[in-house]
């Protein structure tokens, strides 16, 4: 079954310092995508990376990150330099390639930025 | 170009009321999604479409009814309102991943509260 785990539920850290945000994943597809959106403290949610099944390269923008390693079924996001605006909820999601192809998502892990 | 819009914004229901939320897209998706967003739960799947006509459940789809009479439309229906039914909800839409594969598009919510 299609099953997402963000085991971070709440991670607190100091402007500037480096912060990793896990995602494990879990699919019997050998075709799929993943995402991570970021929902401000707004409440809209914000599409940050898609990642597909046969793309293994790790991908940079900016202050952003993404690990994406199918031997570990792992698709982490870091962030460098945290800072003030980076204070939001990040959601990890899997698509399959299959049947219906159900978008499901992550719990979510609320990053708290301190200056 | 207004996206995705979800009608609507707030709204408070006594138990068993009903009540019908509408999420209407119009970048031409051939899929559309409601979720439902609680504290520490992350974002669940409650009913999803493919298509014009066509539906799915999610991961909660107990005392919502779904129906996509046009492409552009995904109405979420409450029958008999519940206070567990107290949440934000979000609908989104995407492209079939036949498509290339986009990540899916959201509203910005409406908060429903149920007593």
């Known amino acids: 079954a299609q099953k997402v785990t963000q085991a971070q539920t709440e991670i607190s850290v100091v402007e500037k310092e480096d912060v990793t945000l896990d995602c494990v994943y879990e699919?019997?597809?050998?075709?799929?995508?993943l995402f991570w959106y970021k929902q401000p403290p707004s409440g809209e949610l914000v599409f940050l990376i898609r990642?597909?099944?046969?793309?293994?390269q790790n991908e940079i923008s900016g202050r952003y990150s993404w690990n994406f390693q199918k031997s570990t079924s792992s698709f982490n996001f870091t962030i460098t330099a945290s800072q003030v605006v980076d204070s939001a909820v990040y959601f990890c999601?899997?698509?399959?390639?299959?049947?219906?192809?159900?978008?499901?998502f992550g719990t979510g892990t609320r990053l708290l930025v301190s200056p | 170009n207004a996206g995705v819009t979800q009608t609507p914004k707030f709204r408070v229901l006594k138990t068993g009321q009903s009540m019908t939320l509408l999420c209407a897209q119009d970048?031409?998706?051939?899929?559309m999604y409601w979720y439902r967003q609680d504290p520490g739960m992350g974002l669940r799947l409650i009913h999803y479409?493919?298509?014009?006509?066509?539906?799915a459940k999610g991961e909660v789809p107990d005392g919502y009814n779904v129906s996509r009479l046009k492409k552009q439309n995904f109405l979420l229906g409450l029958e008999s309102a519940a206070p567990s039914q107290t949440s934000v909800y979000f609908c989104?839409?995407?492209?079939?991943?036949?498509?290339?594969?986009?990540?899916?598009?959201f509203g910005q919510g409406t908060r429903l509260t149920v007593v």
């Open positions: 989104a839409s995407s492209y079939g991943l036949g498509r290339g594969g986009t990540e899916a598009f």
């Open positions: 699919t019997r597809d050998t075709t799929y995508y």
């Open positions: 990642r597909n099944s046969f793309d293994e």
């Open positions: 999601a899997l698509r399959e390639d299959t049947g219906f192809q159900k978008l499901v």
């Open positions: 970048m031409n998706h051939e899929y």
């Open positions: 479409s493919v298509g014009e006509g066509t539906t």
